[in-house]
């Protein structure tokens, strides 16, 4: 174990406690009012409160830089030791500063490991003294420290450790701010596994040793935007896939990994979008801003490297983008949820080689019931699941969900202790409409290191162990060696034996179990109000689609045009986005743009003049345009103008790549000039391109217009004889009212007034 006791931590653990929020610093006798987060978890400083709701003033910054050794053996050294540096961040100087570490109890159970793992448990119940570190730190000033400390004996600073076991330490720095008491201002709280005392009898392996299983992820966000050509959002995968860079990490940790007797127990998960990706980089990319990206060599070194180490090996595909099987299961999006199980076969093109068949990983180790109900009739049988996932079922090892309709499923459960140690205190992890960059918090391995010596070496009870670091895991490059030379070590010793994940799902499963989905993953899934806009737009696509053909070889595949387009779709549910809402509706703004294009190859294309209209039932030539390189149909849609009624139209084929002469016939009601909206939509109602103004001009007279002028005549012709018999008339009863005088002489006639 040799190589264990020389392992040196490769970067450090922040972490920032505080004092009171108070002008003058508290006196509190080297005592914290509230207990620190597990520092090892957190490499970013992060203030604490010492009341619930009120934030304190920070005073230092304690960053540990070096911790050796990280695991006590018999053949290692008597003494631990820890450098860094303390930084002043605090308004004021701070005067005599000393730095102790503090232990507790040996944690004999596994209910206590967890619970230290959740939150520090009490580490003062030995209390070395303290040593001095600087006199008088200015403000914004930082003094490095190293400290090294007995095992045990009788030495003031001596840590009193006399037996093996897993014991919480605590970094304790004390000080005294200007215009304040001494307090304590700064803390770093973690796990310190002992195997066995140093210069004692190395422990016995055990008779049945814990069965280990690693799990290696692969995987990234998204950050392709097209394909062809190759578009990335971004050039960040570029320095990771270079020599130094996270995946390159990832990818080294997993070929020593394989090249060792832990070997046989190692799988590799990896997300088909990754290696679609990286794939489409080899070819050349180009980065929106940037021009063209700087990892083409690097995507093709690394590509190559993971085809070579793959091959012959355990291999499992996650969902395509990593899509989030629950929200699409809610949103009930099928085609989507058929789309993300179909990536196996992107990694057999990759990679050329069979990932396993019928097993899932999905997003956080968790699912829902009707998400499991949704894979099953997809053919799922197999499962890897988080612990927190199996309801009431005691254990580590594979349990059988029994399904109402198919197969019982069989789950392989992912170790909690371990696995969570890795990713981090939870309350450290993004959290629902935060934002939280996946390569900007590097997580130590320090806890999960004595997760996995208690299962190891402590339990005794060959249980199995499956270890899965986070899916985007961004431990430095030397925690993730470290925590696989540990692991190597526990395996060379005795303590563990390598089990592959094939045997676990082949064998059947002892136990039946629950499925539970926990609350805090519904509060972190891709928000409804993302899913129900990826519905929408996947369903404008298939309607689409469904208008487009290919009747001849000169045209494209439908498919070549509307694939890209659903794998955009399934990035913007990504489970990467899970916690990081804006990150969700950015990539789907960049599928909705690029569907709206697709719909916009399809035009009506204006005149530059008006159309003149030389009577009633002249029909109006359109000019419509396809830039697809698919045949598509198409109808076209006249809005409702007063003075023209559109006829009912046929649906018009378009060729690819081409343009086409439409005569549509109408009605004209009226004369004069009046504008004309003209849209395309396909046979199912999609709207394509930009609706058409066009301006129409009509000397003809109409049907109506007709009508009404007959109308105007035949009242003027009735008006007018009703006016002629009317004089008539009233000259005749004007003629028999008059009588003739004496002379037998008729009077002239008077003028009629009627």
């Given at each position: 174990m040799k190589r264990l006791l020389s392992a040196l931590a490769a970067a450090g653990f922040f972490l920032v406690t505080t004092a009171s929020a108070a002008p003058a610093a508290p006196v509190d006798n080297g005592r914290l009012p509230v207990r620190p987060a597990p520092a090892t978890q957190v490499w970013a400083t992060r203030a604490l409160s010492s009341q619930p709701g009120q934030q304190s003033q920070v005073w230092l910054r304690l960053d540990v830089e070096e911790m050796t050794p990280r695991v006590i053996t018999a053949d290692g050294p008597d003494s631990i030791t820890i450098s860094g540096k303390v930084v002043n961040v605090g308004d004021r100087p701070i005067e005599d500063i000393e730095l102790r570490l503090e232990r507790g109890r040996p944690l004999t159970d596994e209910d206590q490991v967890r619970e230290a793992l959740r939150e520090p448990t009490d580490a003062e119940f030995v209390q070395p003294n303290f040593t001095p570190v600087t006199d008088r730190l200015e403000r914004n000033e930082s003094k490095p420290f190293r400290l090294t400390v007995p095992l045990r004996g009788t030495d003031p600073?001596?840590?009193?450790?006399?037996?093996?076991?897993?014991?919480?330490?605590?970094?304790?720095?004390?000080?005294?701010?200007?215009?304040?008491?001494?307090?304590?201002?700064?803390?770093?709280?973690?796990?310190?596994?002992?195997?066995?005392?140093?210069?004692?009898?190395?422990?016995?392996?055990?008779?049945?040793?814990?069965?280990?299983?690693?799990?290696?992820?692969?995987?990234?966000?998204?950050?392709?935007?097209?394909?062809?050509?190759?578009?990335?959002?971004?050039?960040?995968?570029?320095?990771?896939?270079?020599?130094?860079?996270?995946?390159?990490?990832?990818?080294?940790?997993?070929?020593?990994?394989?090249?060792?007797?832990?070997?046989?127990?190692?799988?590799?998960?990896?997300?088909?979008?990754?290696?679609?990706?990286?794939?489409?980089?080899?070819?050349?990319?180009?980065?929106?801003?940037?021009?063209?990206?700087?990892?083409?060599?690097?995507?093709?070194?690394?590509?190559?490297?993971?085809?070579?180490?793959?091959?012959?090996?355990?291999?499992?595909?996650?969902?395509?983008?990593?899509?989030?099987?629950?929200?699409?299961?809610?949103?009930?999006?099928?085609?989507?949820?058929?789309?993300?199980?179909?990536?196996?076969?992107?990694?057999?093109?990759?990679?050329?080689?069979?990932?396993?068949?019928?097993?899932?990983?999905?997003?956080?180790?968790?699912?829902?019931?009707?998400?499991?109900?949704?894979?099953?009739?997809?053919?799922?049988?197999?499962?890897?699941?988080?612990?927190?996932?199996?309801?009431?079922?005691?254990?580590?090892?594979?349990?059988r969900f029994d399904v109402a309709e198919g197969k019982p499923v069989t789950a392989v459960r992912v170790d909690g202790m371990v696995s969570d140690a890795l990713q981090g205190a939870a309350a450290t992890r993004p959290v629902a409409g935060v934002t939280t960059p996946s390569e900007t918090r590097p997580v130590s391995v320090q806890n999960a290191l004595a997760a996995l010596t208690f299962r190891a070496g402590f339990q005794s009870t060959g249980q199995n162990v499956v270890i899965a670091p986070p899916r985007r895991w961004n431990a430095p490059t030397g925690e993730v060696d470290l925590l696989l030379r540990t692991a190597k070590s526990l395996v060379a010793g005795g303590f563990a034996a390598p089990v592959a994940l094939e045997s676990l799902i082949a064998s059947p499963p002892e136990q039946t179990a629950a499925l539970s989905y926990p609350v805090e993953a519904g509060a972190r899934e891709v928000p409804p109000t993302v899913t129900a806009a990826v519905a929408d737009s996947w369903g404008r696509l298939h309607q689409l689609a469904e208008s487009m053909s290919q009747p001849d070889a000169a045209s494209a595949e439908p498919g070549d045009l509307v694939d890209p387009l659903r794998l955009a779709l399934l990035r913007a549910v990504s489970g990467a986005w899970r916690g990081n809402d804006d990150g969700a509706r950015a990539a789907l703004a960049t599928a909705r743009y690029q569907l709206d294009g697709l719909q916009a190859q399809v035009t009506v294309t204006e005149p530059n003049s008006p159309i003149l209209l030389g009577s009633g039932d002249s029909p109006i030539p359109l000019s419509i345009k396809n830039r697809l390189d698919v045949r598509i149909t198409v109808r076209i849609v006249i809005e409702d103008t007063p003075g023209i009624v559109a006829a009912d139209l046929t649906d018009i084929e378009l060729p690819a790549r081409g343009d086409r002469l439409v005569r549509v016939p109408v009605e004209v009601q009226r004369s004069g000039r009046f504008p004309v909206h003209v849209r395309l939509v396909t046979t199912s109602g999609v709207e394509l391109g930009e609706r058409a103004r066009l301006e129409v001009s009509s000397s003809a007279y109409g049907t109506i217009t007709v009508v009404i002028t007959c109308l105007a005549g035949a009242a003027l012709v009735l008006l007018s004889a009703r006016r002629i018999y009317r004089r008539v008339r009233a000259a005749r009863a004007a003629s028999a009212q008059v009588p003739n005088d004496a002379s037998g002489v008729t009077p002239a006639e008077r003028s009629s007034t009627s």
């Open positions: 600073t001596s840590l009193r450790i006399t037996e093996p076991g897993i014991y919480p330490i605590l970094a304790n720095i004390n000080g005294v701010p200007d215009y304040g008491g001494r307090a304590r201002l700064a803390a770093l709280s973690t796990l310190l596994p002992v195997l066995a005392m140093p210069g004692g009898q190395a422990p016995t392996p055990p008779g049945n040793p814990a069965k280990l299983t690693l799990l290696w992820p692969l995987a990234d966000r998204p950050r392709l935007v097209t394909a062809s050509p190759t578009v990335l959002a971004d050039d960040e995968l570029a320095g990771s896939l270079a020599m130094g860079g996270r995946l390159y990490g990832l990818l080294m940790a997993y070929e020593s990994a394989l090249t060792s007797p832990l070997g046989t127990g190692v799988c590799l998960a990896v997300d088909p979008d990754l290696l679609r990706t990286v794939n489409a980089m080899t070819g050349g990319y180009e980065v929106p801003g940037l021009g063209a990206g700087k990892g083409r060599s690097a995507a093709q070194m690394w590509l190559d490297r993971l085809r070579l180490l793959a091959a012959g090996r355990c291999v499992i595909a996650m969902p395509d983008a990593d899509a989030d099987l629950v929200a699409l299961s809610r949103a009930q999006l099928t085609g989507l949820v058929d789309l993300s199980l179909a990536g196996a076969e992107v990694v057999r093109e990759v990679l050329g080689v069979q990932p396993t068949q019928g097993v899932a990983w999905p997003e956080d180790g968790v699912l829902d019931q009707p998400t499991l109900a949704n894979l099953t009739a997809r053919g799922l049988t197999s499962l890897v699941l988080d612990q927190s996932a199996v309801a009431g079922t005691p254990g580590t090892g594979p349990v």
